[in-house]
């Protein structure tokens, strides 16, 4: 499985904080020496290389690691970059779900960072993004029980029991479908720049194709993907940690899955989505759209009925998303070059839901 190789290869190392997200260390010291005690002074920082939202950095002191959550700079839209969301939600899931990590302190005084901040526990292991490392040697079968692992972990989450996590008043779940498509029409709307796609169809036929909502509230992670997650070291089939929790709340488990299936690309797929996918789930042994819904429906016991709705809202969320960030960048709010190029890929997510709504695609 892995190769004659060092794990420490394979773990998402921290490095080089990238220009204009550097944070203030003595601001940060004096407010974590309560916290942290004498660990605090000899605080060392270093950034993840992943995300294009939250910014995620590696404190270290000594041998003791934590992980310190931020929103990125220049961000205006709030309800995207909810540290206390993030915060909240992982304090309730410590005794129900134990993928999640464990939030130490939350600090909503912007006089230390100049925004709201977290800081939780390090968790050491594999993360995927685009591709699978190339010294990860999976067959086809390890690849596909890696992958339903992946999906039985999201199915674990909307399982949890409200009751027991605290979280039965938490989020709105009733009328949840209609407020998600509502509010991502509207924040398309503040994205849009000269050169964005226009989306007005999709949004239409997401209004007139709207389903009731499945009637079953659950946790929901709102942004379940690979890049997500943390894979054992010792065994890259087993998911050990979840985090980026900052957009979860208690609502509709199928809208949660059509979200993370707007991330999901198959091999038949066609190449300009392809193109833009975020992990390797084009590959040999992946499931398909379609065995996971089939597994989903067994692990939850809810119904996916009408899914092409569920997969073009996924796919249009995630084109806001991709908007949003590469609006920041039009209007000089951050200097990171990834974004340059992000247009292309809202305009390539819109053209698949013209496919979804043409009858082309259906899962």
């Known amino acids: 499985m892995i190769e004659k190789m060092d794990e420490k290869d394979l773990i998402d190392r921290a490095g080089v904080i990238r220009d204009g997200e550097e944070l203030d260390l003595e601001a940060l010291q004096q407010h974590l020496e309560p916290i942290l005690g004498a660990s605090a002074a000899e605080l060392q920082i270093k950034q993840f290389p992943g995300g294009f939202s939250n910014l995620t950095y590696l404190l270290s002191s000594g041998v003791e690691k934590w992980v310190l959550r931020r929103p990125p700079f220049g961000s205006k839209v709030k309800s995207a970059h909810d540290m206390s969301r993030e915060f909240k939600i992982l304090s309730a899931i410590q005794e129900v779900f134990p993928y999640g990590p464990k939030p130490i302190h939350f600090c909503e005084n912007s006089d230390v960072l100049g925004c709201d901040f977290y800081l939780m526990t390090y968790i050491e292991g594999l993360v995927i993004r685009r591709d699978y490392p190339s010294n990860l040697d999976l067959s086809p079968d390890q690849v596909r029980a890696q992958l339903l692992n992946f999906f039985d972990v999201l199915s674990a989450l909307h399982s949890v029991d409200l009751e027991k996590a605290g979280l039965q008043n938490f989020g ?6 209609q407020r998600q498509v509502d509010g991502w029409c509207k924040r ?5 720049t000269e050169d964005a796609v226009n989306c007005d169809v999709t949004m239409q036929w997401l209004q007139d194709n709207m389903p009731r909502d499945s009637g079953k509230a659950s946790v929901i992670h709102n942004d379940y993907k690979m890049d997500n997650v943390i894979f054992s070291l010792e065994n890259p089939l087993e998911l050990i940690g979840v985090l980026d929790w900052e ?3 208690v ?4 809208m949660d899955l059509g979200c993370t299936l707007g991330y999901w690309t198959q091999m038949d797929d066609p190449d300009f989505f392809r193109e833009y996918r975020a992990m390797p789930s084009d590959v040999k042994g992946a499931p398909t759209r379609s065995e996971i819904i089939s597994r989903f429906q067994e692990k939850t016991g809810v119904s996916v009925d009408n899914f092409p709705f569920y997969f073009c809202f996924g796919l249009f969320r995630l084109a806001v998303i991709v908007q949003q960030i590469y609006y920041r960048y039009y209007h000089g709010h951050t200097k990171d070059q990834r974004f340059a190029s992000m247009v292309k890929k809202t305009n390539a997510l819109q053209k698949m839901c013209e496919l979804i709504i043409s009858g082309h695609i259906e899962s």
Do not use: I, K, L, S
């Open 172 to 177: 709105r779940p009733e009328g949840y479908v």
């Open 188 to 192: 398309w709307e503040g994205a849009v």
């Open 247 to 249: 957009m979860a709340t």
């Open 251 to 254: 609502g509709d488990p199928v």
